[in-house]
């Protein structure tokens, strides 16, 4: 086996590590744990069985709702 698929094969097993500890997160949960990871959003979507698209809009809204939910902190201080 060569030293590339030897990594990809160990970043696939990690990923599904992580998204096994995600069980029952939603989506966005998962696609940005994923993304914070370092995988792009096709790689996300490959993991996820959906589209890239799909992704895309779930990180788009969870990252909307964190940075509202900052924003409320912040204000309340």
């Known amino acids: 086996m060569k030293k590339e698929n030897g990594d990809k094969r160990i970043e696939n097993l990690l990923a599904l590590i992580l998204l096994n ?5 939603k989506i966005g949960e998962k696609a940005l744990q994923l993304s914070l ?4 959003n096709i ?7 959906t589209s890239a698209q799909v992704v895309a809009n779930a990180l788009s809204e969870v990252r909307k709702k964190k940075k509202k ?6 204000k309340i201080k």
């Open 21 to 25: 500890s995600l069980k029952g997160a």
């Open 37 to 40: 990871a370092g995988f792009s």
């Open 43 to 49: 790689e996300i979507a490959n993991f996820l069985r």
């Open 69 to 74: 939910g900052r924003n409320r902190k912040s």
